[in-house]
């Protein structure tokens, strides 16, 4: 599936120099690469229309307008499948072009009614029946999805724990870590009979921006069944098979999408028969007192330009010994690590962010930063 996606045309604009262009190109790739998760695949026509509103030749709104259009007026060869998936991609894209968000029930309801309205007769609203489905992962198991008698109430619950949760952003692992269960809790409640991994992913995607994090990259894009697979991990267990609940898959993708990070996201490897996991054990355990004999090193590894003085040189070395890629820190904690005034610290600050080894983290309080990689 990623391979398909690969071959849109809408990877370069996210790339593009262009704000206005590369934050379409984001939602447009984003909203086509999504339809994966239940695969979907868009039309040429979808595609065509996307580039004209990146382009800016027509409007997003005039682009969700000819796409609704498109099927109802025409004699299309297209299932309703690929109606679902045009349709649907031009809304995903309309939300995520747009910055307005809440986070509340009401707004994730709204997102889903917002979505499938028209497509689904249950656009927006909590199913009253319980559900199961064959996991290609789980080998044919099913998640244990809510409960239909206790779906409002634990969205409800859900959301008022994550809006009361408190982000120390001390360390972004930590952060990531947290954030990957509470989108897998969201997701296992599974509001809704259909359509629940595309709401819950735009919805999750608009939060994250809400506190700082710049997205516009193509993770979900092209890793949509990836995301998906994920979260179905993190919610099943078979302990006579030795099956855990885990979120370190979701943590993968998460900090490939927050941090910039390579890693490798197979779905072969999240199968729970272990079949792509046993052959490669024997390396893995090797790789882990590689891994432990490198820490220093990797520590260490920072591009400083060999211009700059040796005790500014020392000092940011410091630093990074300390903080590394993970945690934040402000002016108080390079005074404090340091043992310097204010304004030589600030100054130090400033010197990083030209130099382009650190960058500033929105959201996470005024003055925080994180060593660039």
Same mark, same amino acid.
């Given at each position: ?17 262009e704000?206005?262009?590369r ?13 994966a ?36 007026t025409?004699?299309?060869?297209d ?7 045009d349709?649907v ?12 968000f809440?986070?509340?029930?009401p ?10 309205e ?9 199913r ?18 809510? &409960? /239909? @008698?206790?779906?409002?109430?634990t969205?409800? *619950? ?7 949760? #408190? +982000? ?9 870590r ?14 809704f009979g259909?359509?629940n ?11 994250l ?15 949509a069944?990836?995301?998906? &697979? /994920? @979260? ?5 267990n078979? *302990? ?7 979120? #370190? +898959?979701?943590?993968?993708f ?38 432990k004999q490198d820490?220093?090193e ?33 002016r ?12 030589p610290?600030?100054a130090l600050i400033?010197?990083m ?17 994180l060593?660039?990689?």
């Open positions: 599936m990623g391979e398909d996606i690969k071959r849109d045309p809408f990877e370069e604009y996210i790339r593009h120099v704000p206005d262009k934050k379409l190109g984001y939602a447009w790739y984003t909203a086509v690469g999504l339809q998760v239940d695969g979907l695949k868009t039309s040429d026509y979808l595609k065509d229309t996307a580039q004209n509103n990146i382009e800016g030749k027509i409007t997003i709104s005039e682009a969700e307008k000819l796409i609704e259009s498109y099927y109802e025409s004699n299309s060869k299932t309703d499948r690929t109606k679902e998936a349709c991609s031009a809304r995903i894209a309309a939300i995520l072009s747009d910055d307005a809440t986070f509340s029930l707004q994730y309801l709204g997102i889903h009614k917002r979505l499938f028209g497509i689904y007769d249950h656009a927006g609203k909590i009253d029946y319980n559900i199961s489905k064959k996991e290609w992962v789980l080998d044919g198991a099913s998640v244990p999805y809510g &409960n /239909a @008698l206790d779906l409002k109430a969205l409800e *619950y859900d959301l008022q724990t994550e809006k009361e949760y #408190e +982000y120390s952003y001390d360390n972004i692992r930590d952060d990531i947290h954030l990957s269960r509470f989108v897998a809790n969201l997701w296992q409640i599974h509001a259909e359509g991994t595309r709401t819950t992913a735009v919805f999750f995607i608009k939060y921006r809400t506190m700082g994090f710049d997205v516009t990259n193509d993770i979900f894009a092209e890793n069944w990836y995301f998906r &697979n /994920a @979260l179905v991990r993190a919610n099943y078979d *302990y006579s098979k030795g099956v855990h609940a885990t979120t #370190e +898959y979701l943590e993968s998460m900090r490939n999408l927050l941090l910039g990070e390579h890693n490798e996201l197979h779905n072969r490897n999240m199968h729970i028969s272990g079949y792509f996991e046993k052959q490669d054990i024997e390396k893995a355990k090797q790789d882990i007192g590689d891994k820490i220093e990797q520590k260490q590894d920072i591009h400083i330009p060999e211009e700059i003085g040796n005790k500014t040189k020392n000092n940011i070395i410091s630093l990074f010994k300390k903080y590394g890629y993970e945690s934040f820190f402000g108080s904690e390079v005074m404090e690590t340091l043992s310097i005034t204010a304004s610290a600030s400033k010197r962010l030209d130099m382009e080894i650190i960058y500033p983290m929105k959201g996470k309080g005024k003055g925080k930063y060593f660039k990689k």
